[in-house]
């Protein structure tokens, strides 16, 4: 019975071994880069070779989803010339290929200052044309 319980550890052993050599080998998990924010410009990488992955851009209220296949090394690049980033509203990439494996890549919203006042309209541009405004926007002048 000794010999039966030895060799059944020996077996458990093995296997983990294998099971960790495996798990070792599978390598970085997908990742995404942004190339560039205009036109946008993402490369995944580490994907599986030849898989199909789906991307989902969400930017405020807005969301764009493009289709990209991996090469045989697991890279893609896509370019979306109509999808608008910017660090004011943030943004998330979402990468989810067909296998499940997911990247994501977050720029959060940064809450920049509103933009200043167009001259149209505003009391000091109204004071350059000679005109000043009053309440209910009629002008005097």
Do not use: K, W
């Not at 993402?42 to 764009?64: D, N, P, Y």
């Amino acid at each position: 019975m000794d010999g039966r319980v030895g060799a059944a550890a020996l077996a458990l052993s093995l296997a983990s071994a294998v099971g960790v050599a495996a798990t070792s080998c599978t390598g970085p998990p997908p990742a995404l880069q942004l190339i560039a924010p205009a036109p946008l410009t993402v490369r995944g990488l580490h994907f599986r070779a030849g898989e199909r992955v789906t991307l989902v851009i969400q930017s405020g209220t807005e969301s764009s989803r493009q289709v990209a296949m991996a090469s045989d090394v697991g890279v893609f690049v896509v370019r979306l010339p109509d999808v608008r980033v910017d660090r004011c509203t943030g943004y998330t990439i979402r990468a989810t290929g067909e296998s499940g494996n997911v990247a994501i890549l977050r720029e959060p919203a940064h809450g920049c200052p509103p933009a200043a006042p167009s001259e149209t309209g505003s009391p000091a541009a109204s004071s350059v044309t000679g005109a000043v405004l009053v309440d209910g926007g009629q002008t005097t002048g």
